[in-house]
């Protein structure tokens, strides 16, 4: 969702300063993609937490990308 994001922000600046879509366009667009990107870092932390504890609950740590 992230890139489609990035891409739809990177497409709404040349056509909003070709005046073919409004400013609160590109500016909900950006919005999005931040909100995107927090919810990633907070999924991807979720899940590092998730792994320590499994790797307290087995003592054993595991290997993840």
Known sequence: IVPQAELAVLSAIPSYEAGRVDFATVTMGIVSLRQYE?????????????????????????EVR
């Open 38 to 62: 927090v919810e990633r870092v907070r999924r991807r932390s979720e899940f590092h937490q998730a792994v320590a504890e499994l790797e307290a609950l087995i003592a054993q740590r595991l």
